[in-house]
């Protein structure tokens, strides 16, 4: 294995990180004002402690077992309506339409009605990013389906498979890489979400965390947790990349 | 004759089998509400009356134009740096590598999570907005723009440089040209991305700077949820949010195939 290019990548990225961090340090010390713009240090100095005092990663946490359970959640259901979409076009037609009457609303927008539905509470947070999952999930299922060989289903009947098993072993596989891919947008459409459910609606999480030190004003504190997001939306884009390549390997964009 | 009208029934039929489950479910929702007798229950004829209503008194309007304005603000200033930015890092391997880890780093970080920072900086008023709105929109667009720049046929780019034609005017008549298609799809993402943030940044703003908010559709609908709690209201205004989403995309499609007829296909 060759060590030179990841080496040397990495490299690269330090000394861009690295002119980032000093642009910031010097607009920090002209500002002179930490609760505006605090200095590097001081935004790491904030983010061990919060780290030491596991804060940090217990609202993490939180945020992502919501997120969890969303996906669980809305793939739970996506995913068989996608089937019986993609594989029985009087439904589809049936189906379809309500689906695209309902997409272009935002999850986001759903947060007042759910507001007043759920109140404040693990409820409102869970409703949003599972509706704002449910969709990717949906038309990438029916994707998936549409693309599958119509051939293998044929010589699947022919055979005299029954339809359960032709669902399971023929489609649901074929249909698998279209429905990673709705599901990596799932997953980042739902994180996104999940921010502004808890900024507004929830008594915890990483979007809470965030508001309560903006009111409180502790810039650096505010920074680490904004920080957290992008490192947690991180690493589940790469997971379900990983997914991507060890479930799909023959579909696998990169 | 006899084709035609036979399509035509197909459409019809089409029409019928698709619009049977939302008046279904329209249908359920009215005699649920009707009979519950919730003093705020929401039923489907009075969201049409509260949009009547909204609408004739100009408010709802008023509220859209404001949010438009603030995306099409956010949306431009993220053009104006993404597309040059993105078509340079395409076109040079020593730009993209060193830009690159920047906009790798920030990308996962969901642009309603620096709203806190956006208000700390700009005020709860139409500047953090449009902050929010060009942060998420910034990323689909350099994303596509790149990617444009990059699948650009090397053998025009070749042509070009063998007729001594200077870097600047290559960019305009060649590479342009060919990163439009994927320039188009970033710029429908970055719409609609920035569409939902403008919500979401002014639900919050009204939800969370203490009363001094400062209009726009996702203020309104946390005035009607927090202080008079009007669901039917909120309904209307979920509404509006999901038919402007649906005719900006549209639009900027129109768009895309007046300006690109060769991409017709």
Not at chain 1, 110 to 130: D, Q, R, S
Not at chain 1, 191 to 205: K, M
Not at chain 2, 117 to 140: D, E, K, Q
């Amino acid at each position: 294995m060759n060590w030179r290019r990841p080496i040397a990548n990495a490299g690269v990225y330090l000394r861009t990180m690295a002119v980032f961090i000093a642009v910031w340090w010097l607009v920090a010390i002209w500002t002179d004002n930490p609760i505006l713009l605090p200095t590097p240090l001081i935004v790491l100095e904030a983010a061990s402690e919060l780290a030491l005092d596991l804060d940090l990663f217990r609202q993490a946490g939180i945020s992502f077992g919501r997120m969890v359970v969303s996906i669980a959640i809305a793939s739970s259901l996506a995913i068989p309506l996608g089937l019986t979409m993609g594989l029985s076009p009087l439904f589809e037609k049936v189906v379809d339409p309500t689906i695209e009457v309902l997409r272009p609303i935002s999850g986001i927008a759903w947060i007042p009605l759910a507001l007043f539905i759920f109140g404040i509470g693990n409820a409102l947070p869970v409703f949003i990013m599972t509706y704002a999952a449910f969709f990717p999930i949906v038309l990438g299922t029916v994707l998936g389906v549409r693309t599958v060989d119509r051939r293998l289903i044929d010589a699947a009947r022919t055979m005299g498979v029954p339809q359960r098993t032709i669902v399971l072993r023929v489609v649901i596989p074929a249909a698998l890489p279209s429905l990673l891919v709705a599901l990596r947008v799932g997953v980042a459409l739902s994180w996104t979400a999940v921010v502004a459910a808890e900024l507004i609606g929830a008594p915890s999480g990483l979007g809470y965390a965030i508001q309560w030190y903006r009111e409180l004003l502790m810039t650096p504190q505010v920074m680490s947790f904004i920080a957290m997001i992008g490192v947690i939306g991180y690493i589940c884009d790469a997971g379900v990349r990983w997914l991507n390549r060890r479930y799909t390997p023959w579909a696998a964009a990169r | 004759m006899t084709s035609v009208s036979a399509t035509r029934d197909a459409a019809w039929k089409r029409w019928v089998i698709g619009l049977a489950l939302p008046l279904l479910l329209l249908a359920v929702w009215q005699i649920v509400g009707t009979t519950l007798q919730g003093p705020r229950m929401p039923v489907p004829t009075k969201v049409v009356a509260a949009a009547g209503i909204m609408i004739a008194s100009g408010d709802l309007p008023m509220a859209i134009l404001q949010s438009l304005g603030r995306v099409f603000a956010g949306f431009m200033v993220a053009a104006i740096i993404a597309i040059p930015l993105g078509l340079a890092m395409g076109q040079s391997r020593a730009v993209e590598r060193n830009v690159d880890p920047l906009v790798e780093t920030f990308r996962p970080v969901a642009a309603i999570a620096i709203l806190p920072l956006a208000i700390l900086w700009l005020g709860t008023g139409t500047a953090a907005a449009v902050m929010i709105v060009a942060y998420a929109a910034f990323f689909p667009l350099i994303v596509n723009t790149v990617a444009g720049a990059k699948n650009v046929n090397p053998t025009l780019l070749h042509a070009a440089a063998t007729m001594g034609i200077s870097r600047l005017t290559t960019i305009r008549t060649v590479v342009v040209p060919a990163a439009l298609p994927s320039i188009f799809v970033g710029l429908r993402i970055a719409l609609a991305v920035g569409w939902t943030a403008i919500v979401a940044a002014e639900l919050a703003v009204g939800a969370k700077a203490g009363g001094g908010g400062s209009g726009g559709i996702g203020q309104m609908m946390f005035i009607f949820y927090a202080y008079s709690i009007e669901l039917n209201r909120i309904i209307v205004c979920m509404i509006a949010v999901g038919l402007i989403a649906l005719v900006l995309d549209r639009m900027l499609r129109a768009l895309m195939r007046a300006s690109m007829p060769w991409e017709h296909a």
